[in-house]
């Protein structure tokens, strides 16, 4: 009797321990599949670090060792042009000294500017950029700053602003120092920026540029874009990109920062620490991944509620319990970039408050939305102003000798008048809000309905006719109460012909800039 007892005991121990390390084996399973449930696409790279970005959504569409810190060499250029872009005008003039031309490597790149020289702002940059001028770089850095190191400052700090937590950096040229380093990440929000910025993006689409009159070079003198898949004369050739940066030195190896447009998107590819030309077939085999991998779909309505969001602003104290959820919004269609066909079941966000330093002046804070963990669409968030009203108060002796009825009376008089106004502005406000939402939203369906056109394989001029035969129909129909009239409103049509462009649909890369 004990031993069959002793025995019960030694089967439920057994069975108990074995349904815990069932559970402990499925959990991990469970959450590997929750997390593989995008199927993000993956290709493989000799680069030690690389990113892929859609400069519109701020998705991350691929990523190897993306915050992995690396030397990024000549490709740090394209921040020293934005610096510049921001604090000078093209037409200003630049002298070249002794220490902007003779402080660099020996045998490094240069445009044969001599010491002495004086050249516009957009000649040098055009140096800068297509020819990775050292001496360009050195002395926009100190006609801005007055010094290298002042320069290289302003570079951390615009850094910062773009969102960059993986870069230090000591010198507007790129040339090797310990201290001066980035990530993939942190030169894909920079790459991002260049997109978004029209002078840089006209500077560096030229595939050649005519400098003015040198001491080296009196009848000018010819620099030329060294991105090889920009340039049109060589084997890696890419009609899709539009911009992009080398760079190379012992240290940091083959660096690349690629800008690619096709068919309304809009990437940003960053190798790090390459060997040549991995570089360049890197790059291109993270191009296509993004632009034939995944696509732009517009957000689903449902996860953008905005009651939530300003709930989450208050209690984040950015802004006060005034606010109303009328007050926010995002200006633009809202997109995220997911592998092709996914699902948005199951995408989360968070809210940023450090923000770009290219948002409006009404940006309160940036919706991020995550797939996997990965940022899949940013968006700016704003508020509209809030209408201030100021009464200024009564001083004057003679008003402090006044019987209190009349104190009374006057004041409220006064909190009447300022109620007033309140309600006026108030409705005034919510009159215009309407106006701009409804404006908004008949955009909004006209673009709609344009793309449903496009899928249908419709004219304007044929929907018109068929929606006309619709409400004959519906007419005629209407006193019999035709149930079956909505089934077969597309007889015009091959249903089979309607379902295959439906699905088609499904599967282009439907995004506006």
């Not at 990024?72 to 510049?84: D, E, Q, R």
């Not at 000018?220 to 030195?249: F, L, P, Q």
């Not at 200006?331 to 989360?348: A, D, H, N």
């Not at 344009?450 to 409400?471: A, C, N, P, Y």
Request: glycine share 4%.
């Amino acid at each position: 009797m004990t031993r069959k007892k002793h025995g019960g005991i030694r089967f439920l121990t057994v069975l108990a321990t074995l349904t815990i390390l069932i559970c402990n084996l499925i959990t991990p399973l469970s959450a590997i599949k929750a997390y593989a449930a995008w199927n993000f696409p993956y290709v493989e790279i000799n680069a030690e670090a690389g990113i892929v970005m859609d400069a519109d959504t701020g998705a991350v569409l691929f990523q190897k060792n993306a915050h992995t810190k690396e030397y990024p060499a000549s490709i740090t250029k394209v921040l020293t042009a934005l610096v510049v872009l921001d604090n000078c005008k093209l037409d200003d003039m630049v002298t070249f000294s002794h220490d902007d031309v003779y402080n660099v490597d020996a045998g490094s790149s240069n445009a044969q500017i001599e010491e002495g020289d004086t050249l516009s702002v957009e000649d040098c940059l055009h140096a800068l950029l297509l020819k990775s001028a050292n001496e360009a770089a050195n002395a926009l850095a100190c006609h801005v700053a007055g010094s290298r190191e002042a320069f290289a400052e302003m570079m951390n700090q615009k850094a910062a602003k773009l969102g960059c937590t993986d870069s230090h950096f000591t010198n507007p040229s790129g040339l090797f120092n310990e201290n001066h380093y980035t990530s993939a990440y942190d030169m894909g929000l920079i790459g991002i920026a260049a997109m978004k910025n029209e002078a840089f993006m006209e500077i560096d689409s030229h595939l050649s540029y005519k400098l003015a009159s040198t001491i080296r070079n009196p009848d000018g003198h010819t620099v030329y874009m060294e991105h090889k898949m920009h340039r049109d004369d060589t084997k890696y050739s890419d009609n899709r990109v539009i911009a992009g940066k080398t760079g190379y030195t012992m240290d940091s190896g083959n660096t690349l920062i690629t800008m690619a447009s096709e068919n309304d998107r809009n990437l940003v590819a960053v190798v790090l620490k390459d060997k040549n030309p991995a570089h360049y077939t890197d790059t291109k085999a993270m191009l296509d991944l993004g632009f034939y991998s995944t696509e732009n779909q517009l957000l689903d309505p449902s996860l953008f509620n905005i009651e939530d969001i300003k709930n989450r602003l208050i209690a984040d104290t950015i802004v006060d319990s005034g606010c109303t959820a009328s007050d926010l919004s995002v200006k633009e269609p809202m997109y995220v970039s997911l592998p092709v066909g996914s699902s948005q079941e199951g995408l989360t966000y968070r809210l940023n408050y450090n923000l770009p330093d290219y948002v409006s002046a009404h940006t309160i804070a940036e919706i991020e939305y995550l797939a996997d963990g990965l940022p899949v669409g940013r968006y700016s968030i704003e508020k509209e102003p809030t209408v201030a009203i100021e009464t200024s108060s009564q001083e004057s002796s003679a008003a402090d000798e006044q019987p209190k009825e009349a104190l009374t009376s006057i004041s409220v008089t006064a909190i009447a008048g300022v109620v007033g106004v309140a309600i006026l502005a108030t409705f005034a406000a919510l009159g215009i809000k309407r106006v701009r939402d409804s404006r908004k939203m008949a955009r909004y369906m006209h673009d709609r309905r344009t793309e449903r056109l496009k899928d249908l394989d419709m004219s304007e001029e044929e929907f018109m006719e068929v929606l006309q035969i619709r409400r004959s129909q519906k007419n005629q129909n209407h006193n019999n109460h035709n149930t079956n009239f909505n089934n077969n409103r597309y007889d015009h049509y091959d249903q089979n012909n309607i379902t295959n462009r439906k699905n088609i649909s499904r599967g282009r890369k439907d995004h506006r800039m």
